[in-house]
């Protein structure tokens, strides 16, 4: 399972790398999402062992690590945040720049 | 021995270096006239000298006085100052000099009432100049050396709506602070070489520096950072520009004091990286060349301060070269020589500015005959300009001849090109000086109209001072302490004990022939003057090495244009620069610890494991709905097959199983695909069309979807190795969760060991994430106001797509689309229920999959669901509760009281604490305790922050009644 959860995460952050790379700016935005559900997964398989039933204490099997899953719960609710932060400084520039192409916002120099 | 007191010359120049910018002050400046203010500012330096002369007697027994503060002792660094008679030397010129000229600046910048802004220069200026030659570390001298370059360049450029002091200013500080980033590069590796910061550990260590592999690099740098401050050929071109500082600038800073540190950081290291053939030959060099140059430049000159420029200049190439020397009699010439320029100089240059003040004119050409009308200044010029000259029985004439016995133990060819050197820079000195006197104050004036008159007597007596220390030092019949002062100096300079005798004549020497010729010889140029320096400017007009200084600039100009040539402002080329530089880096330097397990080792996939199968499903359906956002062409089906992902990965998190995880999961991603949806409508369609790329991928941009492929695909690959190497080499026992799992419910009552962790264990991090949701909200909501506001809306300029939709005919929904009533009943009934459902979530969070995140996202869903139904401004308007910024300011509020009171309860900040404990009448399960405000306030501030959000990029122009 790590080797298939390993390459899953890879093809995950290469998607969105891509998506990231697009011209139009709606597409960068998913880009990042991807990206941070690559990261969330990546986190997720990194907990110390393979549980059989929730974290709770009350459980008999053998509990899933917890500690991931709380960064993650954190993790996922930032991460909508900050998209939705680039979200609105996507908006200013396409308004700024009358375009959603990446390639036509060029004031950052000078 | 350590002495706490040291630091008290610099406090009380730095003190009275407030006194000034505190002067500056309307109320104080109006009272307080800039001659008054220095005389009570003078006090400040002289104190300062009184405190180092007490401390002679014992420097002359060889005792260091030594100072530290420590500041980084886990770096070992620490801020110390180390007096011996060195530094006493040259932190008497600073003090002496100091508060002459501080006086001086009082008159000269009379009825000026603005130049409170020079004298606090000034003061911080001598205060880091005294910070330099007492430093008692690298890094304390470093600090200073840097100050000493800026509050230069502010001196230079003090008369800034000139361009001529700014372009004068701006190169100082390029080339002294190029030659500061030099040396502070070449002390570095002094002190890991020395294995010391400190001067004490460097300076008994110079035998391992000489020795060591890096030697050629210290002496290399710190000599360039040297060199560069003490104007050494060709980084002299500063000094002459830095002219047009104010006249008592230039004295002090560019004769006295300033150009002086490198002499005495060279002195200083001498101990420790001297006496080798590289340090003679490269100090007799640059120190021979630079002598030449000035002396030469100099007598060219037409501008009185010019002049003296040049000459400085030149004179520093002399100390330069003695530094250069393994002789005691050179150490002995070095300190004879630092003191006589340091009086001399200034006393000319103060002078230089009586004569700039009194008449208008500093040019040689228009001045003269002033003798009779200025005699006191007249008095106090020959004085300074027979010590220049090296005449007897001057005490420049005891630092000339001194300079020629040094060279006595050296092979002839050496010995008689640095001597013969020595006598024409010293005949052209004597012409300078000559040149100096005589056509300022000898003869008639040149042009009728410069007239002038005496100056006031605190301004003549301010270079009559160190005119005169110069006669009686050298007359007075050697006075045993003065001797034995110099003495100790320069033996802190050289190592061994230097004989110093300042007995003018030793009876008939070669160096005493050697004087008279020099004396002859500038008898002579003196003379010919005029011939001489009509030849000069006929021979060799334009030799000022400025050019050098042109093309520097220009080759700098050029390689920054062309390294900003990658620069194309545009941001996907930096980010793809940027993430393959990281691909190709981590490669490089870390393949090697990727773990490369054998195939046979890796766990299989075992399909036969239903939840093995699952997952697997799970993650098919993620990664192929993600590539399905990739490829279809349009935004809302890709933001679609983003949210397929999404729900997959809340999929996923289920058969971890981490239900709270899922949870949240599922309800963030329907959320984000409800924002993007929403911000898509707000960029105009045409816009977006524009962009689209892959609609159009195998026709014409296959060569860039080909470079965004490689560079994906292998930061991809990097990512698939960095997860595999950590999946097989992590621990298969956790450290901290046992911990959490132990004691969840003993500590936190909550059996949800997630929930316990993120609203308890790790509670603050939990109250800094949601202030970050909500500020995220209300930045937002800043940011699009703004635009909105600035740029106009992006609908304005949307022409007829039908997206254009004015606030009337919003409240039919979204777009103006008219809702049916099928739509419109969910929605009534889903905001009740997402209202119970969150209140659920958080009542029972602890022992139950939810939480308050959970929560507050369900709401907003709900809240989404009205704004896509009824439109902006009728959600608003049935709404009115709904307000939030209160609400984020609300959560974050609630839970700082909380955590508050329960700290006073328990001692720890969000400690457990159940307030109803016992009580009969609760629900099942359910008790108001901390876990369960601050997951309410964790719920109002994601609903705030999101309805935010949602309010904001759904209507960026939107009034809004918070």
Known sequence: MELVTAVAVGFLFAIGVFQMLRRNVIRSVIGLMILANAVNLFLLSTGAYDGLAAAYTTATDMRSDALPQALILTAVVISLGGTAFVLAMLYIISSRYQTADMDEVNGLKN | ?962
């Not at chain 2, 070095?334 to 004569?355: D, E, R, T, W």
């Not at chain 2, 099928?822 to 999959?849: D, E, I, K």
């Open chain 2, 1 to 962: 021995m350590t002495d706490p007191t040291l630091l008290w010359p610099i406090l009380l120049i730095l003190a009275a270096a407030s006194i000034a910018a505190v002067a500056g002050l309307p109320a104080l400046n109006r009272r307080l006239s800039i001659t008054q203010l220095s005389w009570i500012l003078a006090l400040a330096p002289l104190s300062a000298a009184v405190l180092l002369v007490l401390r002679v007697p014992q420097a002359n027994d060889g005792t260091v006085f030594t100072w530290q503060w420590t500041w980084l002792p886990a770096l070992n660094l620490n801020l110390g100052l180390y007096v011996d008679s060195l530094s006493l030397l040259f932190g008497l010129l600073v003090t002496i000099i100091g508060t002459l000229v501080v006086v001086y600046a009082g008159q000269y910048f009379k009825g000026d009432q603005s130049a409170w802004r020079f004298l606090t220069y000034l003061l911080l200026f001598m205060a880091s100049m005294l910070g330099i030659v007492m430093a008692g570390d690298v890094l304390t001298l470093f600090i200073f050396w840097e100050g000493t370059s800026i509050l230069s360049f502010l001196l230079v450029a003090y008369k800034y709506q000139y361009e001529e002091a700014r372009n004068g200013a701006f190169r100082a500080l390029f080339i002294t602070g190029g030659g500061g980033i030099a040396l502070l590069a070449g002390l570095l590796f002094v002190s890991y070489a020395a294995g010391s910061t400190e001067f004490a550990t460097i300076l008994s260590s110079g035998d391992v520096l000489r020795s060591h592999d890096f030697y050629l690099v210290m002496l290399g740098l710190v000599a360039f950072g040297a060199f560069t401050k003490s104007a050494q050929w060709p980084a002299h071109i500063w000094l002459p520009g830095a002219m047009s500082a104010p006249t008592p600038a230039s004295a002090y800073l560019h004769s006295a004091t300033m150009v002086k540190a490198g002499i005495y950081l060279m002195a200083r290291m001498n101990p420790a990286l001297g006496f080798t053939d590289a340090w003679f030959w490269l100090l007799t060099i640059f120190g021979g060349i630079t002598m030449l140059a000035g002396a030469y430049l100099g007598l060219k000159q037409h501008d009185l301060k010019g002049l003296l420029a040049y000459s400085t200049i030149s004179q520093l190439g002399v100390l330069m070269m003695l530094i250069g020397q393994d002789v005691p009699e050179a150490y002995k010439a070095l300190v004879i020589g630092v003191i006589a320029h340091a009086f001399y100089k200034s006393a000319l240059f103060l002078v230089a500015g009586i004569v700039d003040h009194e008449t208008g004119t500093r040019d040689l050409r228009r001045l003269g005959g002033l003798r009779k009308v200025m005699p006191y200044t007249f008095a106090a010029g020959t004085l300074a300009a027979l010590s220049m000259a090296g005449l007897p029985p001057m005490f420049g004439f005891l630092a000339k001849e001194t300079l020629l016995v040094t060279v006595t133990n050296m092979p002839p060819v050496v010995a008689g090109v640095i001597r013969w050197s020595t006598v024409l820079a010293g005949s052209l000195m004597l012409a300078q000086a000559g040149l100096f006197i005589w056509e300022t104050f000898m003869g008639q004036t040149k042009d009728p109209d410069v007239h002038g008159h005496e100056a006031p007597w605190p301004m003549w007596l301010a270079p009559m001072i160190p005119a005169g220390l110069s006669l009686v030092l050298s007359i007075l019949p050697g006075p045993k302490e003065e001797a034995s002062f110099l003495a100790a100096a320069a033996q802190a300079a050289y190592g061994t004990k230097v004989k110093v005798s300042t007995v003018l004549f030793h009876g008939l020497t070669v160096e005493f022939l050697l004087s008279l010729v020099a004396i002859s010889l500038g008898f002579g140029l003196f003379v010919f003057r005029h011939r001489v320096r009509a030849w000069q400017t006929a021979v060799l007009p334009d030799m000022s090495f400025n050019k050098l200084y042109v093309w520097v600039l220009a080759a700098i100009d050029w390689a920054s244009e062309w390294a900003t040539r990658l620069q194309q402002g545009r941001l996907r080329p930096y980010l793809l620069i940027m993430l393959s530089a990281t691909a190709v880096l981590v490669f490089a330097f870390s393949w090697r610890t990727f773990s490369v397990v054998s195939l046979g080792s890796w766990p299989g996939l075992n399909l036969d494991d239903e939840l093995d199968l699952l997952r697997l499903f799970a993650l098919l359906v993620v990664v192929g709905a993600s590539l399905m956002s990739v490829i279809l062409v349009r935004d809302f089906n890709a933001i679609l097959a983003f949210g397929a992902a999404g729900l997959s990965m809340g999929l996923l998190f289920a058969l971890e199983p981490a239900p709270d995880v899922a949870l949240v999961q599922i309800v963030v991603d329907i959320l984000s695909v409800v924002i993007l949806v929403l911000a898509l409508t707000r960029l105009p369609r045409r816009q977006r069309r524009k962009a689209q790329e892959v609609a159009v991928i195998l026709r014409y941009s296959r060569w860039s979807i080909l470079r965004d492929t490689a560079v994906a695909g292998a930061v991809g690959l990097l990512v698939t190795l960095i997860t595999l190497t950590a999946l097989t080499d992590r621990p298969r026992e956790s450290v901290v969760t046992p911990y959490f799992a132990a004691n969840a419910k003993t500590l936190t009552g909550a059996t949800d060991i997630v929930g316990a962790i993120v609203v308890d264990f790790r509670a603050l991090d939990t109250l800094l994430e949601i202030t970050v949701f909500g500020m995220a909200g209300l930045g937002i909501y800043t940011l699009l106001r703004h635009a909105a506001q600035k740029h106009g809306d992006n609908r304005a300029v949307e022409d007829g797509e039908g997206t254009a939709v004015s606030d009337r005919q919003a409240t039919y929904g979204i777009s103006g689309m008219r809702t049916s009533a099928f739509v419109r009943v969910p929605a009534f009934v889903s905001l009740p229920l997402s209202l119970m459902l969150a209140a659920t979530h958080m009542m029972y969070g602890h022992n139950q999959p939810g939480d308050g995140f959970t929560a507050g996202v369900v709401i907003s869903l709900a809240v989404a669901l009205w704004y896509v139904v009824f439109g902006y401004e009728e959600t608003r308007r049935r709404l009115p509760w709904l307000r939030a910024t209160s609400f984020v300011a609300a959560g974050v509020l609630l839970a700082v009281i909380t955590g508050s009171v329960a700290a006073l309860i328990t001692g720890n900040f969000l400690g457990n604490v159940d307030f109803t404990a016992g009580w009969a009448f609760m629900p099942n399960g359910f008790h108001i305790s901390t876990s369960f405000l601050f997951e309410v306030s964790i719920c109002l501030a994601v609903l705030g922050g999101a309805a935010r959000m949602l309010n904001s990029l759904g209507h960026p122009e939107g009034r809004d009644r918070d």
